[in-house]
């Protein structure tokens, strides 16, 4: 089974639907955080989460909402979608601060139409 | 402003020679440095990292090089194999910045047979 599971791993949506992605980890590790990747971009952070009562923003969180639920469970929101929030998704973790490797989903390729 | 430039977008290379990937970078408060790698359809695996108070570093046939006078970095790979078909990314991170990863836009690697 992935350490790092995300879902679901596929969405086609309408613009101005919610829409919900989920990341549950069976690494133990406290550090939670949700990335966007679009062609020519690399990996931009959303949002990022130290532990169950800590939430930061990354350098791209407009438009998106994170809830962490539990240490190992940290869901990324779109409260209404548009279409340039089409993209591929990766949650990551990490075990601990400085000089270590985060760990990723598989992704979701999220659609909007 | 991406603060981690991968200015090759592809690289093609024939199967037994070495593959050369270059990184640069512009905030000199980066202190850590990786490469992963990305087939289709998975997340991104974490290949080989290197902390600023070395030149290199050196794992199988990937070896990290860092010339931080000239904010860049480079991933050797030796021999290339069909395998190695992936495409890699260039990360840094700072501890000012709380280790958060800024990401470069990825270079893919094609290994002709």
């Known amino acids: 089974d992935a350490d790092v599971t995300q879902t679901p791993r596929n969405r086609i949506t309408k613009t101005g639907k919610r829409i919900m992605l989920e990341c549950s980890q069976t690494?133990?590790?406290?550090?939670m955080y949700w990335y966007r990747q679009d062609p020519g971009l690399g990996l931009r952070l959303i949002y990022y989460?130290?532990?169950?009562?800590?939430?930061n923003k990354g350098e791209i969180s407009d438009g998106y909402s994170v809830s962490r639920q539990a240490q190992a469970k940290f869901s990324l929101s779109l409260e209404s979608a548009i279409p340039n929030q089409t993209a591929l998704y990766f949650c990551?973790?990490?075990?601990?601060?400085?000089?270590?490797?985060?760990?990723f989903g598989d992704g979701t390729r999220l659609s909007i139409l | 402003d991406q603060q981690v430039k991968q200015n090759s977008p592809s690289l093609s290379v024939q199967e037994g020679r070495i593959s050369i990937l270059n990184c640069d970078y512009t905030?000199?408060?980066?202190?850590?440095f990786l490469w992963y790698k990305k087939y289709p359809a998975e997340g991104p695996t974490f290949l080989i990292s290197?902390?600023?108070?070395?030149d290199k570093n050196e794992d199988g046939r990937f070896t990290v090089f860092l010339n931080k006078s000239a904010k860049h970095l480079s991933l050797h790979i030796v021999p290339s194999q069909p395998g190695d078909s992936a495409v890699y990314f260039c990360?840094?991170?700072?501890?000012?910045?709380?280790?958060?990863?800024?990401f470069g836009a990825g270079t893919t690697v094609t290994v002709r047979a």
């Open positions: 990551a973790t990490e075990g601990g601060p400085g000089n270590q490797p985060q760990h």
């Open positions: 690494k133990g590790h406290d550090r």
């Open positions: 989460s130290f532990d169950v009562k800590d939430i």
């Open positions: 905030n000199s408060m980066f202190d850590y």
């Open positions: 290197i902390s600023s108070i070395k």
């Open positions: 990360a840094a991170s700072a501890y000012a910045g709380d280790y958060k990863l800024s």
